[in-house]
């Protein structure tokens, strides 16, 4: 199966099982933020489809957008606990054991960012994979850490969302 493929089963379940959309959009946000696996998923692109299915739909936007940052902080917040626990250890583990420069460059963004580098690397695709990682690794306060986690998960969410959402609703509108 490939990619366009994937994407387009994955929208077509939630349309058809509306009931499982939350635990749909949480677990793809979670894949998404989780170090290794976000490497893996490719939930961006179907989370938008998914945006643009509550767009054409009518499926309510603020349950699914509390279920993208839901599972945005929990995948996170374990990669932050992996980093803190095996340190630099994690570059041993694929698919980071495949790119090592990509932890080489999250560090280097966090070093000179700190809370604003994991914040702004919620929102950049290869720094999503590795930032909590490295301020685990880095062991940032934890405060600091969930405090940037929880407001870049809710404002991804709705980053990720809303373009299909609302976007599409204003523009037949304007059409």
């Not at 949480?26 to 945006?51: K, N």
């Not at 374990?78 to 583990?93: A, E, M, T």
């Not at 080489?104 to 690397?121: A, C, D």
Request: aromatic share 16%; glycine share 12%; net charge neutral.
């Amino acid at each position: 199966m490939d990619f366009q493929a994937l994407t387009q089963n994955a929208v077509d379940f939630v349309r058809a099982n509306q009931g499982w959309g939350f635990l749909v959009v949480m677990a793809l946000a979670f894949g998404e933020s989780l170090a290794f696996i976000s490497l893996l998923v490719p939930a961006t692109v179907i989370l938008l489809g998914i945006g643009f299915l509550v767009g054409e739909s009518g499926i309510s936007f603020w349950p699914l957008w509390a279920a993208a940052a839901i599972g945005a902080f929990f995948g996170d917040w374990l990669s932050f606990w992996i980093g803190q626990k095996l340190k630099h250890d994690v570059v041993r583990y694929w698919p980071l054991s495949r790119n090592p420069g990509l932890l080489e460059r999250g560090h280097r963004f966090f070093e000179r960012w700190g809370t604003l580098g994991v914040f702004i690397g919620r929102f950049s695709g290869p720094l999503r994979a590795v930032m909590p990682l490295v301020a685990g690794i880095c062991e940032m306060s934890p405060v600091a850490f969930q405090f940037a986690n929880v407001t870049s998960a809710m404002l991804w969410a709705a980053g990720i969302l809303a373009p299909g959402a609302f976007g599409l609703k204003w523009l037949q509108e304007w059409i």
